[in-house]
């Protein structure tokens, strides 16, 4: 069965410091897309990042990059020179083929404070 | 380009009644997928649509539906209420729905049960 893991319900991180959100994933899917989403308290889910299973690179995107280690199946996302607004809660996600279509799972979340 | 676009915003619904929630999609997207995010669950698949067809669904029981139009636009239904269905429900949608697309979402839409 398909299935994220974020071990972190909440991070703390001084401003301008970088920090580490985890994920590790499980899936039978021999092709799939790792994604990382931010969720401010107003709810709308924010795309920050891609990562595809068969990309051999890590995934960059200004200040976002994702750790992708394909062999231990997980996909960390460190943000580098944290600000205020980074404040929110943090999803890892992954999609993968599933009978007939293609479905989105949601690690729990990881809520991120930054700090002044 | 407009991203996507979800009516109403909030929502305030009785048990038993109905609800009708729409979701217009970024232009050219074909997928539309439904999620519902509550604090116990998290975010929970619900459905996806593609060329007016439901691709694939999630573990919910059959009073909640949804259908897509031939412009894309997708609506979710949930029929007799409960309060168990108070929640933020968002959609998403893709070019085409393949794990390697990006899925954009709307602002949500929040809906209480009393």
């Known amino acids: 069965a398909q299935k994220i893991t974020q071990t972190q319900p909440g991070m703390f991180v001084q401003e301008k410091e970088a920090v580490t959100l985890d994920c590790t994933y499980d899936t039978s899917d021999p092709s799939y897309g790792l994604f990382w989403y931010k969720q401010p308290s107003s709810g709308e889910m924010i795309f920050l990042i891609y990562q595809g299973s068969y990309d051999q690179q890590n995934a960059t995107e200004g200040r976002y990059s994702l750790n992708f280690q394909k062999a231990r199946k997980s996909a960390n996302l460190v943000i580098s020179a944290s600000q205020l607004g980074d404040s929110a809660m943090y999803f890892c996600a992954m999609r993968g083929r599933n009978t007939g279509g293609f479905k989105t799972i949601f690690g729990a979340g990881t809520r991120l404070f930054v700090k002044a | 380009k407009a991203g996507v676009t979800q009516t109403p915003r909030y929502l305030i619904k009785t048990r038993g009644q109905q609800v009708t929630l729409s979701c217009s999609p970024i232009?050219?997207?074909?997928?539309v997928s439904w999620y519902q995010q509550t604090p116990g669950q998290g975010l929970q698949f619900l459905f996806e649509y593609f060329s007016e067809t439901q691709r694939n669904k999630g573990n919910f029981p059959g009073r909640f539906s949804g259908r897509q139009f031939s412009n894309s636009r997708s609506e979710m239904n949930v029929s007799t209420l409960e309060l168990g269905d108070s929640a933020l429900y968002l959609c998403?949608?893709?070019?085409?729905?393949?794990?390697?697309?990006?899925?954009?979402f709307g602002p949500g839409t929040r809906l209480l049960v009393l």
């Open positions: 232009s050219g997207h074909r997928s």
């Open positions: 998403a949608s893709s070019l085409s729905g393949t794990g390697e697309e990006t899925q954009y």
